[in-house]
């Protein structure tokens, strides 16, 4: 089994914030290969699934901790506990503002650089669980990166965003199967980020 787990803050406040892009993605998934019905386990709305793989059917968790972000660790590592998962079997999607918008990198290991979902998990499971970093855009100035974190994605944003959650949710089997070179390399193939300066976005441009 993989846990999949999108890191975002819970409730209608934040539902299409920049910081729950992980959510949002967790859920593009389990559209996209028809998961079971969300159920409340592990601190978390979880649902079940398998997703086809040229190694046959993998199974996977999906979580969406409810923890709020600060504390999602402690979710992800109840649930890894239970199954005796191994951190490398844990793929996290998260907010990214050192990548452009629409930019997407996988990252195994490493420290949190300041994304305090991803600090709290370190905390709970070590650093070696695999890291699906979706970018955002930095606003510019470090005062101004919680409001826009915690700001809605604009109407401009959608077309690049709906890309680049649908592209993560098609190109999944390359990831269940530790490909994540080319999960990556297919992600962006299928989503290339847009052309414009993530100080832009910021502003409400482009």
Known sequence: MIIVAGLGNPGPKYE???????????DEIARRWSFGPEKAKFQSVI????VQTANGAVKVLLMKPQTYMNE??????????????????????????????GRFR?????????????????SHLGADFRRGRMGVGHPGESHLVM?????????????????LLDACADALPFALVGDDERYQGEVMRLAPAPKFSPRQVARGEG
Do not use: C
């Not at 409001?147 to 077309?159: I, N, R, S, T, Y």
């Open 147 to 163: 409001p826009h974190v915690l700001g809605d994605f604009a109407k401009a944003e959608q077309p690049w965003l709906q890309a």
């Open 16 to 26: 299409k914030n920049r910081h729950n892009i992980g959510f949002m993605a967790v």
């Open 47 to 50: 649902r079940d699934g398998e």
């Open 72 to 101: 999602s660790g402690r979710a992800v590592g109840e649930a890894a506990r239970f199954y005796k998962i191994k951190p490398s079997e844990v793929i996290v999607f998260h907010d990214e503002i050192d990548l452009a918008p």
């Open 106 to 122: 996988m990252k195994t290991g490493g420290g949190a650089a300041g994304q305090n979902g991803i600090r709290s998990l370190i």
